[in-house]
């Protein structure tokens, strides 16, 4: 793995408040400190409303917290920008771009495209979209559009990649894939990555730290290394063990109700 | 070339039926009501077509390409041509209708050889008068669009202004119009400026007032500033929005020029038309008229062609 020394995000005692449209406030995020290391992987995991979207969403920028300060490599964050790259479930290219356009977005548009044309190809190539340049988005399957999401987001060379259930939509095997991808490029990059996911195993084969988050209120309630040796395999007895201590804390157990949400 | 020789006996009908109409054009006689000499034009045109036709049928049987293409329109030009055939047998030969209102095809035809160079003078102005009004019309709407649809301050201004003013068909300005500019054509230019705004700022503006979010979120993480928000994310994302607002402002259009033309201007088709109307010249007056159709058809074919170029992306993402 590529040591990089950018790409901290520093958190402390966070906050973010929503107001409902009936006057009701929600503490969506409640004092979560954490630091999370340059280069280090790191999945949100938990049930709706524990406020790990919020999170996401505070480190990209796109809302801004009520409380407590956020940094990254130090400087606090006040706004969206380029060395935060997002991805989300829906791989949101825009329709009107063809592929090779959607990843020379943001090139384009820091100006920085003729100098670095030449990396749009490059990450074709990385995330496996050679021979589709031409293509518009409503031509991709899932994964290949979530695929050219990756590599949009990829090309500014972000500090940290926030990754808010991208493989959530697709099918399991393509999901595998990619996981593995993502690994991939991980190891190659070096770049920070938080992931916010439903998915346990998904959790445990790609992190180097589980942040287990609870709602009401919204905040970490367990930190865990996963610890085991790359490349993992998903059915050796720690990653079977750690995916019951997770689903324990998840209080799994009491709620069979909500089996499938977890899955 | 393959040596697969078809015959699809479609392709004859339109040969068919442009003899049959030559025929009866040469052989049955005139209504003794027309008093002028026969005129050649009509028999001109249908010797044309009969020769094309022909052209094409033989074509067919060699080319699947055209064979298919024309084989397909056949029934169509047939028809076509049997109800020009009909027209010409109730106005020339049996003089069902006032022949003053109503007059033959070879009567329409001449004035297209004898007044057809000034008609393409005024067709000429016409548009001219179109261009400047539509350029106008809408790259301002298209402004107005962003501004409102964007930005809160402006919509808070211009919204209410928009729908005070935009229902009023920009024909009921002319009165003021014609007293507030100092040309007719400015005048006339500013009403069809008028009829394109209002339909491509409001389509404009929410259009891009219903961009996704997400779009822009994702633009801002990959660095865009507003403006690139806005010129190439907003723009892009409303275009097939900003194309409607455009297609019911290009009809508002000529409806505005041809009003316009037949009140105040002196000059341009649609004078062209409301003078040879006063004349009682009604051959004039349908010429005009088969001017205007064919100019506006190419007009929003060319406009269909610019949004299929623009809009390729949503092949297969809409159904037009």
Known sequence: MVESSTGIIHAENLKKVFIRPDGETVVALDNVSI?????????????????????????????????????????PITGPGYDRGLVFQDPTLFPWLTVYDNIAFGLKVRKTY?????????????????????????????????????????VNHPKVLLLDEPFGAL?????????????????????????????????????????????????????????IGRPRSRDLPDFLRLRARILQILDFAGKHADIQYYL | MTGNIRFDRRTVLPTLSAVLALLVHLLVPDSPGYTSRPMPYFTIVLITVTGISLLLAVLSLFFPAVREKYAYKSLFIAVFLLLLNI?????????????????????????????????????????KLLATGYLIGAISGITTGILVGWNRKWSYWISPLIRMIGPIPSTAWVPIALVSFPTTFSASAFLIALAVWFPTTVLTSSGISNVQNSYFEVSGT?????????????????????????????????????????????????????WQKDMLSYANVYAGLIVIALTFSLIITLLFRVRDRILVWQKGVIKW
């Open chain 1, 171 to 227: 099918d399991a095997f393509t999901r595998m894939n990619m996981q593995d991808e993502l690994l991939r490029i991980w190891d190659e990059r070096g770049t920070t990555m938080i992931m916010v996911t439903h998915d346990v195993d998904e959790a445990i084969y790609l992190s180097d730290r589980i942040l287990v988050m609870s709602s009401r209120p919204a905040k970490i309630e367990s930190i865990i290394n996963v610890g």
């Open chain 1, 35 to 75: 630091t999370i290391n340059a280069g280090e992987f790191v999945s949100l995991i938990g049930p709706s409303g524990c406020g790990k979207s919020t999170f996401l969403r505070l480190i990209a920028g796109l809302s801004m917290p009520d409380g407590g300060s956020l940094l990254l490599d130090g400087t």
């Open chain 1, 114 to 154: 003729r100098q670095k044309k030449q990396q749009v190809r490059e990450f074709i190539r990385l995330v496996g979209l050679e021979g589709f340049e031409k293509a518009y988005p409503h031509q991709l399957s899932g994964g290949m559009a979530q695929r050219a999401a990756l590599a949009r987001a990829l």
């Open chain 2, 222 to 274: 990959l660095g865009a500033k507003t403006m690139h928000k806005i010129f190439r994310v907003a723009l892009p994302a409303a275009a097939p929005s900003i194309f409607v607002g455009i297609f019911n402002g290009t009809g508002a259009s000529f409806i505005t020029l041809m009003t316009a033309e037949m009140m105040g201007v002196k000059y341009g088709i649609g004078w062209y038309i409301n």
């Open chain 2, 87 to 127: 027209l010409n047998t109730a106005t020339l030969k049996l003089m069902l209708l006032p022949a003053i209102y109503f007059p033959s095809p070879d009567r329409i035809l001449k004035v297209f050889a004898d007044d057809g160079a000034f008609m393409l003078k005024c067709l000429g102005y016409s548009l």
